[in-house]
């Protein structure tokens, strides 16, 4: 069993920087896909970001591509989502979630992952 804890979020200036963390406990840290998902009020989960396991290549949404940044550090177990530029639109509860055997290249969604976190609030306001 893994479990996720994300925190990191907060309420920032349109502009301005956050970097979520999402640490797991469990085994095998380093054989999990992990991905950030977001969801604002009224709106459809989001897929934001993706890190793959072994060679740690990423995927981004086409909104936040260029100002957002994916991480992973196997010796601490933790995941970490750099985010830049933020954006009044980029207000939601971000969410990290983990599965095996999967690629962040497959057309995933959000059905696919087995873990989840509690989420954090990200609000980006002036």
């Known amino acids: 069993q893994v479990q996720l804890v994300e925190s990191g979020g907060g309420l920032v200036q349109p502009g301005g920087s956050l970097r979520l963390s999402c640490a797991a406990s469990g085994p095998a840290f380093d054989s999990l896909i992990i991905s950030w998902f977001r969801q604002a009020p009224g709106k459809e989960r989001e897929g934001v970001s993706c890190i793959n396991s072994g060679d740690n290549s990423a995927t981004y949404g086409d909104s936040v591509r260029g100002r957002f940044t994916i991480s992973r550090d196997n010796a601490k177990n933790t995941v970490y989502l750099q985010m830049n530029s933020l954006k009044s639109e980029d207000t939601a509860v971000y969410y990290c979630?983990?599965?095996?055997?999967?690629?962040?290249?497959?057309?995933?969604?959000?059905?696919?992952?087995?873990?989840w976190g509690q989420g954090t609030q990200v609000t980006v306001s002036a």
């Open positions: 979630a983990a599965a095996r055997f999967r690629s962040c290249f497959w057309d995933n969604d959000y059905g696919d992952f087995t873990f």
